[in-house]
């Protein structure tokens, strides 16, 4: 899916757009299937009794409710959380109701590396640390493919047209 084209500068491109890694998704799916295998099995609990009617609902309502908390919200979480690199700037976008942003022009970014676990590594992911004229290094943590986003960010942060290799005579 590609940024809105219209939040962006004249003559600003978009060179990366990620979301967080899936990895993010493990515990809200996992969470799902616990919800609804226990639901399932409270009520198969009191189908037979004679006040199965009001339980059946309080158990639909629970269920209902943490489905949301527990997945729905996690889910719309992820979706809507933007890591973007474009010819001007790094962009951080993230939320579903109270929305936050950051931006760093890349003429203000000094160093930038990464870091990624065993587990991140099997997974590829990592966390994209920036450290720019700020106090503080600034850390994304579960950016997919983090080493190709390195080596993106570090070419856009340290691309100069006039230090390009050009062949003799070409």
Not at 9 to 37: D, N, R, T
Not at 74 to 93: E, K, N, Q
Request: net charge negative; hydrophobic share 50%.
């Amino acid at each position: 899916m590609a940024y809105p084209d219209d939040l962006l500068s004249s003559g600003e491109h978009v060179v990366i757009h990620k979301h967080p890694h899936w990895k993010m998704l493990i515990f809200p799916v996992f969470w799902l299937l616990v919800v609804v295998a226990l639901g399932i099995y409270l009520a198969g609990l009191v189908a037979d009794q004679s006040w199965a009617f009001v339980a059946l609902l309080v158990l639909a309502v629970v269920a209902v409710v943490l489905v949301f908390w527990l997945t729905v919200a996690p889910v719309l979480r992820w979706r809507t959380t933007h890591f973007i690199i474009t010819s001007d700037r790094v962009m951080y976008r993230e939320g579903v109701f109270k929305r936050t942003g950051l931006d760093i022009p890349l003429a203000r970014v000094n160093s930038v590396r990464f870091e990624h676990s065993l587990m991140d590594r099997v997974l590829g992911c990592g966390t994209l640390i920036i450290e720019s004229a700020s106090d503080e290094p600034l850390e994304f943590d579960d950016i997919p493919s983090v080493e190709k986003v390195h080596t993106m960010l570090y070419r856009e942060v340290n691309d100069n047209p006039s230090d390009d290799f050009h062949p003799q005579g070409a």
